[in-house]
């Protein structure tokens, strides 16, 4: 079983330096390190209406299967936790 923190990942705290906060979405060019080899890949942002309205939350769009994610996985290939099988560990403790 693999488990998040095992992964690197993708965040969204370095796109704030790339993107104007009012940008809605967006598709990022992006190198990443897979198997040793560095290789580009295209990778959509997309954001949702804050309750309250005026701020927006920023999502990556997984590239796999087009849902919305806080972090993509460098696993194989850049995807979601629920595209890569991955687990928090979190729920596994008792």
């Given at each position: 079983m693999r488990f998040t923190e095992?992964?690197?990942r993708l965040g969204l705290e370095e796109?704030?330096?790339i993107l104007p906060a009012d940008q809605a979405d967006a598709v990022l060019?992006?190198?990443v390190e897979i198997d040793d080899k560095t290789q580009q890949r295209q990778v959509a942002l997309t954001t949702t209406s804050l309750p309250g309205g005026g701020r927006r939350r920023r999502w990556w769009v997984c590239p796999r299967c087009g849902r919305r994610?806080?972090?993509l996985y460098l696993a194989d290939d850049i995807s979601c936790r629920r595209c890569t099988g991955l687990?928090?560990?979190s729920e596994f403790d008792r």
């Open positions: 095992d992964i690197p796109v704030g330096a060019r992006i190198d994610a806080g972090h687990s928090y560990s």
